[in-house]
């Protein structure tokens, strides 16, 4: 029985396509989310009431197709000269209350689907390219973390807030490194205090960065590539993304804010999922050391991460750092979503 036809299969466009319906992903919204979503934009005025952060200078940082823009930093001194770290998430909750329709496709969907030519949206276009896209110059609600960090970058204070905030910068990974290296920034205006915020963040991720990996985190360049299409969604060819301090920058910032708040919870003895990655197993650990032997690789004790992390440092320059560095990924696990506390072994945090 044949249960609808997708074209003819010489189609390039038609790829993605025939691949959404082997996996079953989902398609449209059904009616009852579209209404809702239709709706949302009046709930961005109806909010209870939220630390008013509008006169704050904030900035988004993202790739530059990015459409939707979730995230975004401030950062400030506090009295003792303290630097305070703001970490603003759109607060999609305000939106999507639990039981409504949107929350039902929302759990059926569980995350966004991201194809080489299009993405399957988790929610409408309403709130992820909406009132949930932190644009600038528009009034936006956010979950907000506010990170305090000592002069050795040891975090010693955290407070969380509901939060009202409008950016006043949509950078992108180029644009900040520019800004970051001291080079002229292309195609935007940054004002000074704009440019100070982007070096001084940056300082600060390189020295949380630091204190990683002197705790034994895994410094894993792998290249991450991008896929050009032309008109006719036919291959064209392919793009290495890049991942320098610009990246590295929000990282860090991430990863101090989800740290903060995985503190918080278990501070509380609430339960929480945890993105976990577990050690290696030895037998695994024993095969890289073979494989990194036979490309002429010396990395010593291998079990113990420190020196794990040491050995990707150290091969930095080398013309087989690809190859060494996608063999250490191979022999690690994946990470994985878990009510149980085993920590993250490349992140080497618990």
Known sequence: EVAGVIGPADNPSLDTEAIIRMYGL????????????????????????????????????????AKDF?????????????RVLGVHIADVSHFVRTGSELDAEARKRGTSVYLVDKVIPMLPEQLSNGVCSLRPGEDRLCFSAFLTFEADGRMSGRRFAKTL???RLRLTYEQALEAIENRPVTGAAVPPEALRLIRDTHALAQQLRRSRMRAGALDLEVPEC??????????????????????????????????AVATELKSRGI????????????????????????????PGDLTDPRTLSRFLSSTIDHPLRNSAHSLVLRSMKRAVYSAENAGHFGLAKR
Do not use: W, Y
Request: proline share 8%; with cysteine; net charge negative.
């Open 165 to 167: 905030i409008r950016s």
């Open 26 to 65: 989902p398609g449209d919204f059904p009616p009852a989310a579209l209404r809702e979503a239709q709706t949302v934009s009046a709930k961005l005025a109806h909010h209870d009431r939220r630390e008013d952060l509008r006169g704050k200078l904030i900035v988004t940082i993202d790739p530059a197709t």
């Open 70 to 82: 979730d995230d975004a930093l401030s950062l400030e001194h506090d009295a003792e000269g303290r």
């Open 271 to 298: 339960p929480i999922l945890s993105r976990l990655h577990e050690p290696p197993d030895p037998l695994k650990i024993d095969e890289l050391t073979a494989a990194l032997a036979q490309l002429g690789f010396q």
């Open 226 to 259: 991008e896929i050009l299409l032309d008109a006719d969604a036919r291959m064209t060819g392919v793009k290495l993304r890049p991942n320098d301090v610009s990246h590295q920058m929000i990282e860090e910032c991430m990863v101090a804010a989800n740290e």
